[in-house]
Structure formats: C-alpha cells, structure tokens
C-alpha cells in the first residue's frame, strides 16, 4: 500500500511517518514545503529507509502536487500540511490562507482526478484524511461541561481557525460532490517532543532552562485539552483504517488544563530534571503578559464516537507525556539550538499594532 503524507517534516506529521514506516508495510512518500516549521532532521532515524521517500515541494502548485499524484499512485493520503500558530496567524493571515484553503482545495481536486484513474478496487479502498483542530469550532467560553460534538456548529475566531475551517467545509464538500472518499479528524493541542519552539510547552521549557521569563498570556485561565502527539499519531492511522467516508471525528486526550497549571507542572518537572539549575524554583519565573488578541477561552472536546469505533483510549497521561517532553527538550539541544538561532529567537508573536506602540 502506497501512503502520501503532506506535512511530514512538522511536528505531528513527523510522528506520523514515522509510525506508518514502523508497521513495515507501507511506502511512505512525504510531501513538505520546509517552511520554517519544516525540518528534514524531524525524520533523520527513518531517512534512510527504502520504504521512505521525500519530495520538496507546496502543496499549491497544482502542477507538481499533479505529477506527484501520477507517479506515485497513493492508495491514502493523510494531509497535515499546513501553517498552525495562531500568533502568527494574527500577524499575517495570507500565508493561512494560501496553504490551509488553497493547498487543500489543491490536494483535494487533484486526489479526485487520480480517484478517477484507479482501479475499480483501487477507487473503493482510496482515502483522504484531513488533519483538522478543534479551535474550528470557536471557544467554550466558560461552559465546558459541554465539549464540543462532531455536530457541533464550526465558528472558527482566529484567522488560523477560519483558515482551517474553510479546509473542512472543502474536504466536506469534495465528498458530498464528487463522492471523494474523505475523513476529517479534529483534534485537540498537541504535545510532545520536535514541536516548534514557538509553541506553550516548548516555550516554557526553553525560557525555563535560560532563567528567562516565562509569558503566559493574560492570567493562564484559558482551558486546552492536551494529547501526547504519539497517541494522537497512532490514532489517526487508525481512523485511516477504520473510519467511515464523510465522517468527521473528533479526538481529545480528556485532559483540559489552564494554561497556569500546565506552566506550574513543566516547571516542577525542570525543578527536578534540573535541580542544580541557577533558578529555582522555576516557577519564579513566570511573567503574565497581555493577551492574545481575541483568545479564545477554551476548547475542549467529545471523542466518544472514535473512542466507541476503534475501542481506542490515550496511552499516555498528561504527566507522564510532560516528563518524556522535557527531558526530551533537555537531552536535544542539538535540535532545539539552530532553531532559535536560525528561524525564532523566541519574540513575542501576534500581537496588534496598536499593543505593540503602547509599549
Ligand atoms: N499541533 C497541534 O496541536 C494541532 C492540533 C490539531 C490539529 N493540528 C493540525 O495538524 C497538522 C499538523 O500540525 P503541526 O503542529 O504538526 O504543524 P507544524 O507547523 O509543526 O508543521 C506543518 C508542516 O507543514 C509544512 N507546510 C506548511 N505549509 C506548506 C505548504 N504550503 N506546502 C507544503 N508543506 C507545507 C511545513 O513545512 C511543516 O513541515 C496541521 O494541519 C494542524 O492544523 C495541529
């Protein structure tokens, strides 16, 4: 079986190839634009791999993304490709929209062109898994009893979200239209080791170890659902396998934390990993700084129908998946170290014009 993957050199995507070439069964062919948040070394234990290939190129240039189709011939593909921090969203939404609209109304309409030049057999088993969030469906506000629902309505706030919104609404679209056999997963914040260092945990842990201070946004009060990227990487495979054609499902770990607490428990953690720091207690460090623009208060969300279809549950608790994430920051430096350096020092991102001549 032949699987091509958009986005393999980022964070979630890099798990992903990774676990599909662990099965032993699969070709893998990973289609990455190397953004800045694009990075080949994400995969330099699998590189080598004859069942692994990489091709350079944006998934908006319809005529490549068309030629790749044509040779490689995949029997599913999984689109992660995408810009993801909202911040950056916040400071120029175009980028945003080319990739996350554009792009995949590229990957879409190209998929079903190739749909049309399969086998009878090949047509029937051929998938599409759309990558999608679940900040698509606006903010809780401060009723999270309630999470959000596949049948949730999608009232995106942010242009990431609205970006990612109009991905779904296309991907669902192709299917009701054309019949392209597509399945979107929505889920909740990832975490874990090769995440940008743009994004919370990373942050913390990186400002931590630098005595620099740490920026929480507002009071920390925002709610997210965490999940160890691993889980989330293994599940999506199995929605792959699974999952019903022009189903949406959503995937949620159940943990649901203030922002505070998940920089008071990364903290506790470096305290202990780092305990001959000069700045103990890392908590001492945390700085509360102004708000995202239009941040959205909570997400949280329902996973009881993949939970009920795949029998699946996360295998890793939230404190168990922070320990493994820092000591993973601790131990790859070498990683970490060229990206401040080359692609982001670590400055504050999305805020508005008239916040940052306040100051
Ligand atoms: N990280 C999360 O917490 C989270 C949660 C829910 C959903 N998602 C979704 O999962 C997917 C992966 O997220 P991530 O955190 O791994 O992102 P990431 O930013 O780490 O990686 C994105 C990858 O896409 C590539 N890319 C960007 N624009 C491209 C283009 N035009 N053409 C080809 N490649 C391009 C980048 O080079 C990079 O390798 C995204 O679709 C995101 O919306 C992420």
Redesign the pocket.
Known sequence: MRILV?????????HLVRHLINQNTFEVLN?????????EVNLSDIHNQNSYSFVK????DRAKISDIYASFRPNCIF???????VDRSIDGPD?FI???VV?TSVLIEEADRLRNSLTAEERENFRFIH?????VFGSLDHDFEKPFAETSPLKPNSP?AAS?AASDHLVRAWFKTYGLPTITV??????GPY??PE?LIPVIILAALEGKPIPIYGQGENLREWIF?ED?AEVIFQISQKGAPGETYNIGSGDVVPNIEIAHKVCDIMDSLVSTSKYLPHQDLIEFVDDRPGHDFCYAIDSTKARNLLGWQPKTSLDDGLQRTVAWYLAHQDWWAPLREKKYSGSRLGRLPSAKSAQ
């Open positions: 958009t986005g393999g050199c980022g964070f979630i995507g890099s289609i990455d634009a190397l953004t800045y948040a694009g990075n190129s944006n998934i908006i689109h992660l490709a995408a810009e993801t921090h980028e080319q990739t996350n792009g990558i999608s969030s679940d900040e990431y990612k929505n889920c909740t914040n990832n975490y995440q940008f994004k990227v989330f």
